[in-house]
């Protein structure tokens, strides 16, 4: 497998600056909805204040998930199956979240009766992230 270097930073750096906007983006709309009472009913013993450090953090694992092992795999699959464009990337995204974090979700509704409401507002992010980044790399690599 062998990616040309270039088409391999363009998918890191437009995955990164993708992740970082929406990034900013989903903050500020969970501190909105903080304020419209989203949080108000999930356990206090569960919701910790992020810093600076933990943000960082949260952005390089999310980087290292979403667009770094995204890209190398596509690169092998797309030797192997005639996988291109936006639709494939959105559709390998929308299949992961259906497959992976949405039973989960309702898993953790279910057992620890945590609120539908934020748990939603979470896998919908992680949607959002998947699928934007997959398809950035699905165009990526078909151009």
């Known amino acids: 497998m062998y990616i040309p270097p270039k ?30 009472g989203l949080w108000e009913n999930y356990p206090t013993e569960l919701i910790r204040a992020i ?15 979403f667009t770094l092992v995204p890209t190398l795999t596509y690169a092998w699959f797309y ?16 299949w992961a979240v259906a497959l992976g974090a949405a039973p989960l979700a309702i898993l953790l509704g279910t ?21 934007g980044s997959l398809a950035i790399i699905g165009f990526l690599f078909s151009l």
Do not use: D
């Open 79 to 94: 030797l192997l199956l005639p996988f291109e464009g936006v639709r494939s990337g959105v559709a390998v995204g929308l």
């Open 7 to 36: 088409l391999m930073l363009s998918c890191l750096a437009s995955g990164a600056l993708y992740l970082l906007l929406i990034e900013l983006a989903l903050g500020k709309l969970e501190k909105y909805l903080a304020r419209v």
């Open 51 to 65: 810093g600076p450090g933990a943000r960082g953090w949260n952005l390089l694992t999310q980087f290292v998930l």
């Open 111 to 131: 057992r620890l009766r945590l609120p539908y409401p934020a748990l939603a507002f979470i896998v919908l992010g992680q949607l959002i992230k998947l699928c």
